[in-house]
């Protein structure tokens, strides 16, 4: 009788360096004044120009990279 084998199973640590930031939009979206401040009394959601829906208390940090879409249709807007 011989043989203690140990073992040891390596149990490999899944890192997901995801992290799912609930609904915190990546991008700065843009959004029509009276919407914000509609959302902001009411405490609903807004709709960005580029149809994205967020709570308003949500909305991007400053700095954040400006959604491209909302950027081509603010562009559209002012030229309009
Ligand atoms: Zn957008």
């Given at each position: ?32 004044k009276d919407?914000i401040v509609e959302s902001a009394v ?39």
């Amino acid at each position: 009788m011989s043989g203690m084998g140990t073992q040891t199973i390596e149990r490999p640590d899944i890192d997901t360096g995801e992290t799912t930031d609930d609904d915190t939009p990546k991008f700065f979206h843009y959004v029509k004044k009276d919407k914000i401040v509609e959302s902001a009394v009411m405490g609903n959601h807004v709709v960005a120009l580029c149809g994205e829906v967020f709570p308003v208390t949500r909305s991007a940090k400053p700095g954040s990279p400006v959604c491209p879409k909302c950027k081509k249709i603010y562009e559209k807007l002012k030229k309009g």
